[in-house]
């Protein structure tokens, strides 16, 4: 069973700096494209950036420039690396994944079958 946990979230000041976790239980598939999202209260899920089995990745407009997404197959965990955080990054982070979505709808939540509980991520100014 396929079982998705994040970790690495908390409260930091405005300009610092976090890295999340998204580690896998298991992957029966020979593929996959995995992603991050937020969604702050009130809000609709927003894309973060995904990277594929080929090391592609692409990132959301706000995050640019800011968030590196990474991957460690061998220890099945996928990385979220959130530099120069600022107050509206704040959001319960979810990690997703699917064994095939694609490219046009990598950016659309409903297209991954897995998804985390999250991890909440509060920058204070």
């Known amino acids: 069973q396929v079982q998705l946990v994040e970790s690495g979230g908390g409260s930091v000041q405005s300009g610092g700096s976090l890295k999340l976790s998204c580690t896998v239980s298991?992957?029966?598939?020979?593929?996959?494209?995995m992603g991050w999202y937020r969604q702050a209260p009130g809000q609709e899920r927003e894309r973060v950036a995904y990277?594929?089995?080929?090391?592609?990745?692409a990132y959301g407009d706000s995050v640019k420039g800011r968030f590196t997404i990474s991957q460690d197959n061998a220890k099945k965990t996928l990385y979220l690396q959130m530099n120069q955080l600022k107050a509206e990054d704040t959001a319960m982070y979810y990690c997703?994944?699917?064994?095939?979505?694609?490219?046009?709808?990598?950016?659309?939540?409903?297209?991954?079958?897995?998804w985390g509980q999250g991890t909440q991520v509060t920058v204070t100014s």
């Open positions: 298991e992957w029966p598939y020979n593929t996959y494209v």
């Open positions: 997703a994944a699917d064994p095939l979505v694609p490219t046009p709808r990598r950016f659309d939540p409903p297209a991954y079958q897995y």
């Open positions: 990277i594929d089995a080929g090391g592609s990745t």
